[in-house]
């Protein structure tokens, strides 16, 4: 697995972070080939490129993923 970074320091506080089931995740997948998981960490992203919390999917261009679909847990 990839993060992307930018370097920003982390705040250190909890927070909820659910992993998709694969059941949902899966045949999404299979239809739109997931290239970049924006919001995640390194125990639940569901792509090999991803964007954590602390470096805030927000600010930071997506296009490491490759410029393909993007996955944010709905």
Avoid at 13 to 37: Q, S
Wanted: hydrophobic residues 40%; contains cysteine; aromatic residues 8%.
């Amino acid at each position: 697995m990839q993060e992307i970074t930018r370097g920003r320091a982390q705040d250190g506080g909890d927070k909820h972070c659910a992993r998709t089931p694969p059941e949902i995740f899966g045949p999404l997948d299979e239809v739109f080939g997931f290239t970049l998981d924006a919001c995640a960490d390194e125990n639940n992203a569901l792509c090999r490129v991803f964007i954590s919390a602390e470096t805030d999917c927000l600010i930071v261009p997506w296009t490491a993923g490759g410029a393909g679909p993007v996955w944010i847990n709905p």
